[in-house]
T-cell receptor
């Protein structure tokens, strides 16, 4: 049972544009929300994460915006570059005593030169 | 270098032939997980382990087994592989529960069952 729903499935943006990837969650007990970045042939790697007590977090050109009332969080990439082309996953930790993360289905992002 | 090592990277096998995918981490992490990645479905958790001899089912455990006899190793066992287990598999580990410090993923094992 998927607990985070991610959109869009794919996205093409011109260099310098601001791609936005959205995630909606169901369980209000999540205590942090990470984004992972995956390049072809590699495993996912943590990009940035946010806790639900803040509305925004920036790390370099990457920003997470969090809307608690709407149960949504989104990833924005400022001044996007071709090197940002990758698959991006939002995620949330499993509730209760289970360990691990539940992931969104992923967004395949292409930044055109 | 801190890393999660999976072997093999690629594997083609036949239906019903038992196989093991190995996973080893050198970071002294307690928490380890196996995920499978399929197009359009994202990453789905198969099994996880919170310490030596402590394992439990994830979201899609059917057809898989795991063991955690040592802290560093977490092998994934397919007793009787079937074509629907053709997938890209990732092992991951973290120091803190639920990957709050960020999961370290291996480079993946691409399995094809014919």
């Amino acid at each position: 049972q998927q607990q985070v729903k991610q959109s869009p499935q794919s996205l093409i943006v011109q260099k310098g544009g601001i791609p936005i990837i959205n995630c909606a969650y169901e369980n209000t007990a999540f205590d942090y929300f990470p984004w992972y970045q995956q390049f072809p042939g590699k495993g996912p790697a943590l990009l940035i994460a946010i806790r639900p007590d803040v509305s925004e977090k920036k790390e370099g050109r990457f920003t997470i915006s969090f809307n608690k009332s709407a149960k949504q969080f989104s990833l924005h990439i400022m001044d996007s570059q071709p090197g940002d082309s990758a698959t991006y996953f939002c995620a949330a930790p499993w509730g209760g005593g289970a360990d691990g993360l539940t992931f969104g289905k992923g967004t395949h992002l292409i930044i055109q030169p | 270098e801190a890393q999660v090592t999976q072997n093999p990277r690629y594997l083609i096998t036949v239906t019903g032939k038992k196989l093991t995918v190995t996973c080893s981490q050198n970071m002294n992490h307690e928490y380890m997980s196996w995920y499978r990645q399929d197009p359009g479905l994202g990453l789905r958790q198969i099994y996880y382990s919170m310490n030596v001899e402590v394992t439990d089912k994830g979201d899609v455990p059917e057809g898989y087994k795991v063991s955690r006899k040592e802290k560093r190793n977490f092998p994934l066992i397919l007793e009787s592989p079937s074509p629907n287990q053709t997938s890209l598999y990732f092992c991951a580990s973290s120091l803190i529960s639920k990957g709050a410090d960020g999961y370290t993923f291996g480079s993946g094992t691409r399995l094809t069952v014919v």
